[in-house]
């Protein structure tokens, strides 16, 4: 009997029949032994007994190791992430992903973790060699405190569903924009939506953080309890735990007001020029807030108001365009019919996707040559390979850096003044046109940095939450943050686990 076996299913206290045949598959097993006693040993078997020590604890049905039919992989929005693991664990509770951790840590596996499965990026939330996806699906639960201050969130849960439960109720909450994307990859990376500059991030209104840590021990971080947790969980990533569960204050905006109207391509200078004017005399007012979406063909602009009211004249700027298309008329409507009007805003059917994103100071010239570049990239990529995307400009008012402030403050560093995140989606048909495509957003972003930077409008911070795969986000929070989250990570994360065995991800290791 190997000790270090006892030990480890000693602490998993689980059942006395499962120990004994988890003691037995182990010692019984040679390469864990070669594995255990430093000894050359094969990963991808290693792999498999650990799939088969999660079969045990947690049983067949929470622990796919077939894979046949792929559904299970092809669960990832983008098909640049359908990656086979060894297994894929789908834990029912807490302690279900505790365990699994545990079983992680002790046989030092490769792991990734997937909520909505939303991210593009090969191997944030999908992993391709031996190799375990921790899958939080069924971890999505939708809970209304009886005060209504507060709602739980499962992290598997989807944003749309989660304006769907708050909307009888009156209420909304700071999420994500499209429906389809989960709860938990925006909230770690931040979390913008569009009253973000009246209420701040996604991860500003959190009241409590339950995470499961490397050693599987089960904690809750606010502003009382594992404070520095609670501040890295705040956009830092997937660096210190799995986060089970996320108790978010309501915010009591539900009646709405929005029109939606689309331009031709020809009219995407007066789009911008009219956005611009927007932002550097309309945008103080934090009710409002306008979503513009630049494609080849056509422009959508959406303006909100988080009120209802009659036009408001913040939007006056827009007054001055004729839309080819007034898709949505004025309408007061609610935060939950508006998000079902967005769902068609990005593609659902199977394909290769990417984002990116860059930060600049307001310049509405600045914002045409940028422009300008991407549309003859994007417009050769299109021809050569059929992929389509966007050109976004996101408004950021110094209103959102000062309620992320008045509610505990974040590791991001944004600056406290107007600006703009741009970002891209990107979606295309072809494994071998990866680079071709996302060569387009690649020199798009090198024209932002290079031109702002020319013109005294540099803004480093990079939006985790459209950061690509080769960029770095945190690296752009500022260095005495990135020391901190360091520190915090290192505090409770001692043996490095989710930096040493997690597949992907923007991890400080990486800093
Ligand atoms: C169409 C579209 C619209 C979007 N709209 C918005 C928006 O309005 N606002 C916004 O802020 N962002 C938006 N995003 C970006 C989005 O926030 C990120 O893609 C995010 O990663 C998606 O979260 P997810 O849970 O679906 O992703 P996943 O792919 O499941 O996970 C993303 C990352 O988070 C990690 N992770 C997941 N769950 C956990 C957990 N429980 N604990 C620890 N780490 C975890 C994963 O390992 C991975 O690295 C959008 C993206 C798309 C594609």
């Given at each position: 009997?190997d000790p270090q076996i006892q030990n480890f299913v000693q602490s998993l206290h689980v059942a006395a029949q499962q120990a004994e045949s988890l003691e037995q598959m182990l010692n019984n097993d040679a390469n864990v032994s070669a594995f255990l006693k430093g000894n050359h040993y094969s990963e991808k078997a290693l792999t498999a007994t650990a799939c088969e020590v999660l079969e045990t604890i947690l049983g067949k049905s929470e622990v796919d190791t077939q894979l046949v039919n ?349 600006h703009q995140w741009w970002t891209t989606l990107v979606d295309w048909a072809d494994a071998k046109d990866d680079e071709t495509v996302r060569s387009a957003p690649i020199a798009t972003t090198d024209a932002w940095r290079q031109l702002s930077q020319e013109r005294g409008l540099e803004v480093p911070y990079i939006f985790m939450n459209d950061a690509s795969r080769d960029q770095n986000p945190i690296a752009s929070y500022g260095q005495q943050n990135v020391q901190r989250l360091k ?25």
């Amino acid at each position: 009997m190997d000790p270090q076996i006892q030990n480890f299913v000693q602490s998993l206290h689980v059942a006395a029949q499962q120990a004994e045949s988890l003691e037995q598959m182990l010692n019984n097993d040679a390469n864990v032994s070669a594995f255990l006693k430093g000894n050359h040993y094969s990963e991808k078997a290693l792999t498999a007994t650990a799939c088969e020590v999660l079969e045990t604890i947690l049983g067949k049905s929470e622990v796919d190791t077939q894979l046949v039919n792929q559904t299970a992989v092809n669960e990832n929005w983008s098909q640049t992430c359908w990656e086979l693991p060894t297994c894929i664990l789908l834990p029912h509770n807490k302690n279900d992903v505790s365990l699994a951790l545990q079983t992680i840590r002790f046989l030092k596996i490769q792991f990734a973790i997937r909520s909505g499965g939303h991210s593009p990026n090969p191997g944030w939330s999908s992993i391709n060699k031996p190799g375990v996806l921790l899958d939080l699906q069924k971890l999505d639960e939708i809970s209304v405190s009886e005060d209504k201050k507060v709602v739980s969130l499962g992290p598997g849960g989807r944003w749309g569903k989660v304006y769907e439960a708050l909307d009888p109720h009156g209420l909304s909450v700071i999420g994500g924009r499209i429906p389809q994307v989960g709860v938990a990859g925006v909230i770690l990376g931040g979390g913008f939506f569009h009253f973000s500059g009246e209420y701040g991030l996604a991860a500003d209104n959190v009241k409590n953080f339950e995470v499961v840590l490397a050693d599987g021990s089960i904690v809750i971080a606010n502003a009382e309890e594992n404070t520095d947790l609670f501040w890295a969980l705040k956009g830092g990533g997937s660096n210190f735990g799995i986060v089970t569960k996320f108790d978010i204050f309501t915010i009591p905006v539900h009646d709405i007001w929005y029109q939606v109207s689309i331009y031709t391509a020809d009219q995407a200078n007066a789009c911008i020029d009219a956005f611009t004017e927007w932002q550097l005399e309309g945008s103080s007012d934090l009710k409002s807030t306008v979503a513009m979406i630049i494609g080849l063909d056509t422009i959508t602009v959406g303006l909100l108001y988080s009120t209802t009211t009659a036009s408001p004249n913040v939007f006056e700027p827009f007054n001055k365009l004729t839309p080819a298309v007034v898709a949505v008329p004025a309408t007061n409507g609610t935060v939950h019919s508006f998000t079902q009007i967005l769902a068609s805003t990005s593609s659902t059917d199977p394909m290769r996707h990417d984002y990116r994103g860059i930060s600049s100071g307001v310049d509405a010239q600045l914002y045409k040559d940028v422009y300008a570049t991407w549309k003859e990239k994007a417009t050769a990529v299109h021809a050569s390979t059929g992929a389509n995307m966007t050109f976004v400009l996101q408004p950021i008012p110094a209103g959102l850096t000062q309620a992320s402030k008045a509610k505990g403050g974040n590791p991001l560093g944004i600056p406290e003044k107007t600006h703009q995140w741009w970002t891209t989606l990107v979606d295309w048909a072809d494994a071998k046109d990866d680079e071709t495509v996302r060569s387009a957003p690649i020199a798009t972003t090198d024209a932002w940095r290079q031109l702002s930077q020319e013109r005294g409008l540099e803004v480093p911070y990079i939006f985790m939450n459209d950061a690509s795969r080769d960029q770095n986000p945190i690296a752009s929070y500022g260095q005495q943050n990135v020391q901190r989250l360091k520190t915090i990570a290192s505090e409770y994360d001692p043996e490095q686990v989710f930096q040493k065995l997690q597949n992907g991800g923007f991890l400080l290791k990486n800093l």
